[in-house]
């Protein structure tokens, strides 16, 4: 496999990466339509941490983290790693020396479509990591790969200089030319949020909140008493 190793993509600002980083995974995805969610399966080693970064794409070998070292001299301050390979792959590409060596340039954490080790290290130095898997399996420095180019997880395509927003819900990517955006539309989202929560407080129901009694009454749904409905039951 031979490969390519990008140099200065294009990035969304930290000043507007920042911005997005005061809204939840959840919030963001909402705000997008609904989009840019990675799968469940790609979970924190850590609990209570949020992180937002520029992407620094990563396609590997299975088994091979030739191309994370490579990527290493790419990385600076504010961005996330984010690692793949050509196939599915669960061995334990990083560990607690790679996330020395990224801190130092000022990266704010990795997300990893394969496996992470050394998690305890990774949890007493603060620096956060999702991965897929938990794994002790080590890795080779043999095939070429690249980095800064595009890549896929879950479906959801991640291009060098892309947002990407952790948290304990998951891992959401966010288009570097819709950054701002989606943080004005997050911060509209949580507004609406905090109303609707304070009618909560009040007592208000979701159903009358959300105007749900009528769609209960289309979709063919009763309210009967308990008697009406042990008298009908066959």
Request: glycine letters at 12%.
């Given at each position: 496999?031979?490969?390519?190793?990008?140099?200065n993509?294009?990035?969304?600002?930290?000043?507007?990466?920042?911005?997005?980083?005061?809204?939840g995974?959840?919030?963001?995805?909402?705000?997008?339509g609904?989009?840019?969610?990675?799968?469940?399966?790609?979970?924190?080693?850590?609990?209570?941490?949020r992180?937002?970064?520029?992407?620094?794409?990563?396609l590997?070998?299975?088994g091979?983290?030739?191309?994370?070292?490579?990527?290493?001299?790419?990385?600076?301050?504010?961005?996330?790693?984010?690692?793949?390979?050509?196939?599915?792959?669960?061995?334990?590409?990083f560990?607690e020396?790679?996330?020395?060596?990224?801190?130092?340039?000022?990266?704010?954490?990795?997300?990893?479509?394969?496996?992470?080790?050394?998690t305890?290290?990774l949890?007493?130095?603060?620096?956060?990591?999702?991965?897929?898997?938990?794994?002790?399996?080590g890795?080779?420095?043999?095939?070429?790969g690249s980095?800064?180019?595009?890549?896929?997880?879950?479906?959801?395509?991640?291009?060098?200089?892309?947002?990407?927003?952790?948290?304990?819900?998951g891992?959401?990517?966010?288009?570097?030319?819709r950054?701002?955006e989606t943080?004005?539309?997050s911060?509209?989202?949580?507004?609406?949020?905090?109303?609707?929560?304070?009618?909560?407080?009040?007592g208000?129901?979701?159903?009358?909140?959300?105007?749900?009694?009528?769609?209960?009454?289309?979709?063919?749904v009763?309210?009967?008493t308990?008697?009406?409905?042990?008298?009908?039951?066959p």
């Amino acid at each position: 496999m031979s490969g390519v190793i990008v140099t200065n993509p294009p990035k969304a600002s930290l000043e507007d990466v920042d911005a997005l980083a005061g809204f939840g995974v959840a919030t963001v995805s909402e705000a997008m339509g609904r989009t840019g969610l990675l799968g469940p399966g790609i979970r924190p080693v850590q609990q209570g941490v949020r992180v937002a970064g520029t992407a620094v794409t990563v396609l590997s070998w299975p088994g091979d983290n030739l191309m994370i070292h490579a990527a290493v001299e790419q990385c600076g301050e504010g961005d996330i790693l984010v690692v793949t390979t050509t196939s599915p792959c669960t061995d334990g590409l990083f560990g607690e020396l790679f996330a020395t060596a990224l801190r130092q340039r000022g990266v704010r954490g990795v997300v990893l479509n394969t496996g992470v080790r050394d998690t305890q290290e990774l949890r007493d130095m603060g620096f956060a990591a999702w991965s897929r898997a938990v794994s002790s399996q080590g890795t080779v420095k043999a095939t070429g790969g690249s980095v800064n180019v595009p890549i896929a997880i879950d479906g959801q395509v991640i291009r060098p200089g892309d947002v990407i927003l952790a948290d304990d819900d998951g891992v959401v990517v966010v288009p570097r030319e819709r950054v701002r955006e989606t943080a004005e539309k997050s911060g509209a989202r949580e507004a609406k949020e905090a109303a609707t929560r304070a009618a909560f407080v009040a007592g208000q129901l979701g159903l009358d909140r959300y105007g749900l009694r009528d769609t209960l009454k289309r979709l063919g749904v009763e309210y009967r008493t308990y008697e009406e409905y042990e008298e009908s039951a066959p």
